[in-house]
């Protein structure tokens, strides 16, 4: 998606079109200009907007969970759930809006991106249940946080990139995931703030054994740690520290093992000869950075995974 226009009416009917329905204005004389472009992985919005005029908007709910992070100018964000405007500046990320409410302010000349996607995706990668999760703040829980997350876009942004639009079914799901995953744990939510006693009565081996078990059948599935767990019969966080306690590890990081092994295997059963790729055969096991699957897999295996394709 591109569009580039130097008309205020245009703009407005774009951002109608592929947002929601809102009204927009120019608080000062002048010309203006709007260059907006999205890339898309799954589900995933990456958008880039370059407002290059003082923008009012107000607008009706999203709809979305929508991560703004700010390059250049300033934007005044008004948050009818807390009942204060607060300012975005360059170097700042944040919640935009919440998803079910209208919302408003104005852009100031303003370089920024926005990543959208369903608010039942945080459900899917962080419960167990049916329990809905939700942020409850706007801003990072610390800076540190916030530059993580900011990483994790980067990153996402950067597969979107390589792939042109074409990304492999597992790939795009473990990279909604880690974005996803990346948003929780960068701002504040409803999981987060439950009580985990429960969960460390859960964490023993049997929940280890149930959650390798659902691994090894669904390994080529667009499985989340959520689905892990639910088929565990625990939470999220019980699945964690159980993984962590039995196996020094993290529930997703042991998908990964195995999805790994399973590439590993696929390399040793083809050869080039046969038409087979590193890449191809990586993408289908869900890693779609070429260069961090030959590191992980020489870490792990002791040789390159184009040795083992031509042996």
């Known amino acids: 998606m591109e569009f580039d226009s130097g008309s205020l009416e245009a703009t407005e009917e774009f951002l109608n079109r592929n947002y929601t329905t809102m009204q927009i204005g120019n608080t000062a004389e002048g010309p ?54 607060d300012v975005f500046e360059p170097g700042d990320i944040g919640v935009l809006t919440p998803p079910d409410l209208p919302y408003s302010g104005v852009l100031h000349n303003a370089r920024y991106t926005i990543t ?23 801003r990072p829980l610390s800076p540190a946080a916030g530059e993580r997350l900011k990483s994790a876009i980067a990153h996402v942004r950067e597969m979107a990139a390589e792939y042109d639009g074409v990304m492999p079914r597992l790939v795009a799901s473990t990279a909604t995931q880690y974005l996803v ?20 009565n859960d964490a023993h081996s049997a929940t280890v054994r149930r959650a390798v078990a659902y691994m090894e059948s669904n390994v080529r599935e667009d499985i989340a740690v959520g689905d892990i767990a639910a088929a565990s019969y625990v939470t999220v966080r019980a699945l964690q520290l159980a993984f962590r306690r039995h196996y020094g590890t993290t529930p997703m990081e042991y998908l990964r093992r195995l999805r790994l092994r399973g590439a590993h295997e696929e390399l040793l059963a083809h050869t080039v000869d046969d038409g087979a790729t590193v890449g191809s055969i990586a993408a289908r096991w869900g890693f779609g950075h070429q260069g961090r699957f030959a590191a992980r897999y020489r870490c792990h295996y002791g040789q390159s995974p184009g040795t083992t394709l031509d042996t």
């Open 32 to 85: 203006i200009r709007s260059r907006i472009t999205r890339d898309t992985v799954a589900a995933v919005s990456l958008d880039r907007l370059e407002l290059d005029f003082d923008m009012r908007y107000d607008a009706d709910p999203l709809g979305k969970i929508c991560v703004c992070a700010v390059e250049s100018g300033s934007i005044e964000e008004n948050y009818l759930d807390e009942g204060v405007t």
């Open 181 to 200: 995953a990346s948003v929780l744990e960068a701002f504040p939510n409803t999981l987060a703030a439950e009580s985990a006693a429960g969960d460390r």
């Open 116 to 138: 959208m996607f369903d608010p039942q995706e945080l459900a899917r990668v962080a419960s167990a249940d049916a329990t809905p999760v939700a942020l409850i703040g706007h």
